[in-house]
C-alpha cells in the first residue's frame, strides 16, 4: 500500500463507506434532473403515440356521427354521395370548374329523383324541395323548425342587415302569422 499504514488505510476505507450510506452526505436529486437522453425520448415517443391514439379516436367518432346522420335520411331519395366525408361536395366542385351552374345541377336531380330529395356535406343533410306545394307547407306550417343559423345568415348578409326580421327570416310562427294578417291586403283581389 505504498507507504501508508495498514491502520490508517482501513480507517479512510470505513470512513468512505460510511459517508456514503449517511443520509446526511446525500444530496437530494431531482426527478426531472437525471432523466437521460434515452428516457426523455421514452417519453416524447410515448406522448406522441398517446396523441396519436386521441387524434385516431376522434376521427373514428366523427366517422360514426357522419354515419348516423347517413342512416337517419338515407330513406330519403336522392344522388349518390360521390365521397364518405365530403358527401355531393366534389359533385358542386366539378359543377364551378366546369364553369356551369350548380341550380343547372340541383335541377337536374329533381328531375332524377323527384321533386323532394337530399343531398350531404360533412356531417349535413340538406332535404331540397322543388314543389311549390310543399315549398308552401313547410314554410307555412309551425310543426317544421327553422334553422336559426340559416336564418341569421339571411338577416345579416356580408356583415350589414339585409332582409331583416320580416316574412322571409321570421322564426317565430305567432310573428310570422301577425306580419302575414298584415300585409294580407296588399295582395287581395279587392
Given amino acids: 500500500m505504498?507507504?501508508?499504514p495498514r491502520a490508517v488505510y482501513q480507517?479512510?476505507?470505513?470512513m468512505r463507506r460510511a459517508t456514503k450510506t449517511c443520509p446526511e452526505n446525500e444530496k437530494p436529486t431531482d426527478p426531472?434532473?437525471?432523466?437521460?437522453?434515452?428516457r426523455?425520448?421514452?417519453?416524447?415517443s410515448a406522448l406522441l403515440l398517446y396523441l396519436l391514439a386521441a387524434g385516431f379516436i376522434a376521427v373514428l367518432a366523427y366517422c360514426l356521427y357522419v354515419l348516423h346522420?347517413?342512416?337517419?335520411?338515407?330513406?330519403?331519395?336522392?344522388?349518390?354521395?360521390?365521397?364518405?366525408?365530403?358527401g355531393h361536395t366534389p359533385s358542386f366542385s366539378r359543377s364551378m370548374q366546369s364553369?356551369?351552374?350548380?341550380?343547372?345541377?340541383?335541377?337536374?336531380?329533381?328531375?332524377?329523383?323527384?321533386?323532394?330529395?337530399?343531398l350531404n356535406s360533412f356531417h349535413y343533410a340538406v332535404i331540397v324541395v322543388h314543389c311549390p306545394e310543399a315549398t308552401k307547407k313547410i314554410l307555412m306550417s309551425p310543426s317544421y323548425l327553422k334553422d336559426p343559423l340559416v336564418?341569421?345568415?339571411?338577416?345579416?348578409?356580408?356583415?350589414k342587415r339585409f332582409l331583416g326580421n320580416g316574412l322571409i327570416t321570421a322564426m317565430?310562427?305567432?310573428?310570422?302569422?301577425?306580419?302575414?294578417?298584415?300585409m294580407d291586403p296588399a295582395f287581395s283581389s279587392s
Avoid: C
Avoid at 426523455?40 to 416524447?44: L, T
Fill in 2 to 4: 505504498l507507504g501508508i
Fill in 11 to 14: 480507517s479512510t476505507s470505513r
Fill in 32 to 38: 426531472e434532473s437525471q432523466l437521460t437522453p434515452r
Fill in 40 to 44: 426523455s425520448s421514452i417519453m416524447i
Fill in 69 to 86: 346522420v347517413h342512416q337517419k335520411y338515407d330513406h330519403i331519395p336522392g344522388p349518390p354521395r360521390d365521397n364518405f366525408l365530403l
Fill in 99 to 118: 364553369e356551369g351552374l350548380i341550380h343547372d345541377q340541383l335541377l337536374q336531380w329533381a328531375e332524377d329523383y323527384g321533386p323532394v330529395y337530399r
Fill in 151 to 159: 336564418y341569421k345568415q339571411l338577416f345579416n348578409l356580408f356583415g
Fill in 172 to 182: 317565430d310562427h305567432d310573428i310570422w302569422y301577425r306580419q302575414r294578417r298584415i
